[in-house]
């Protein structure tokens, strides 16, 4: 296997208590148990930002939004439309806001709070995620945000979610996307990827958690013939005419082939993408270690994207 970067191997042993290297059915509640979610106002504070709670009209009552954006901005701002990670099976609204704050400075951030399998099997996460984006371009003047610089973005599961936003709002006609933020997306429900068999037991999310997570978001059926690409981006026929995309992927993880092959499927079809594969990195290092120089870099280039995305729509 590729070498751990020497900051990130030092956190996967400090830091074991919060790794997630296997998972097995059995072990979801458990885990949900002691993920606790972060407390967003330090959060929202330190970003200059203003907090505020919504609800979507959506599927099973509707969907929990929360937003966030900037307090002494005049005139609507970007917005990052951001899903959370956790395989599709852990996670809340408040997780990994901090880093999609973190590069997107001046922008809005709205986390969407999607069902969680195996209680809610696709499509139940992807029409939460789509719910949310409906209603958010259609209240984006209320909101102050700008419903042309919409940007989709997620990690780990999230990330998988947004690529599959971004294929679903193309083929509905619905809201046209800015751009997908596609940070370790989990992308390939066959998990059966070279990184995939090469990581197995190590590092974070392996293969085991995988085919956890895809067996409850799938209902038993991942890895078989029939799995739609609005639940695994990558079986997707044509990524034609997608809005641009940014993927980022640890060397050292489960995910890093289907990612590499995603933008090359993405370059293939005409899409407008841009791939970065970070040496020595685990699945998810930039939340494990922030302060890394590897998570530094990873979060500058993330933010670097976003600013020349949005230069293209500035007249």
Do not use: K
């Not at 972060?38 to 009209?57: F, L, M, N, Q, W």
């Not at 951030?109 to 992807?126: C, F, G, K, N, W």
């Not at 919409?150 to 979610?161: D, E, K, M, P, R």
């Not at 993880?253 to 293939?268: G, I």
């Amino acid at each position: 296997m590729p070498a751990f970067d020497a900051e990130i191997a030092a956190a996967l042993v400090d830091q074991a208590e919060l790794v997630v290297t296997s998972l097995h059915p059995h072990e979801i509640a458990a885990l949900r148990d002691r993920a606790a979610p972060p407390d967003i106002r330090p959060v929202a504070a330190h970003a200059g930002c203003t907090v505020s709670e919504h609800r979507a009209p959506g599927p099973a009552g509707g969907v929990r939004v929360m937003i966030l954006r900037p307090a002494h901005v005049t005139g609507p701002v970007p917005v990052l439309l951001h899903l959370h990670g956790g395989g599709f099976v852990v996670g809340a609204v408040t997780d990994d806001v901090d880093a999609a704050l973190d590069v997107a400075p001046g922008w809005a951030v709205a986390s969407v709070e999607y069902r969680l399998a195996p209680e809610d099997p696709y499509p139940a996460a992807i029409e939460d995620a789509y719910a949310a984006l409906v209603w958010l371009v259609a209240e984006a003047a209320e909101l102050g945000l700008d419903p042309g610089r919409v940007v989709v973005t997620g990690v780990s599961a999230g990330g998988g979610l947004a690529a599959c936003l971004a294929l679903l709002a193309r083929d509905r006609g619905g809201p046209r996307l800015l751009g997908q933020l596609l940070v370790c997306p989990m992308l390939d429900d066959r998990n059966d990827s070279p990184s995939g068999r090469q990581m197995a037991g190590l590092g974070s999310w392996d293969r085991d958690a995988n085919a956890t997570g895809w067996g409850a978001y799938l209902d038993g059926q991942a890895g078989g013939p029939d799995t739609p690409g609005y639940a695994s981006a990558s079986r997707a026929g044509s990524l034609r005419d997608l809005p641009p995309a940014f993927l980022d992927v640890g060397s050292a993880e489960t995910f890093r082939d289907e990612c590499v092959q995603y933008a090359a499927r993405l370059w293939a079809d005409g899409a407008d993408a841009e791939l970065h594969v970070w040496p020595g990195g685990c699945h998810g290092f930039d939340g494990l270690v922030p302060s890394a120089l590897l998570s530094l870099a990873a979060r500058s280039t993330r933010a670097d994207w976003l600013q020349r995305l949005l230069s293209r729509t500035v007249i």
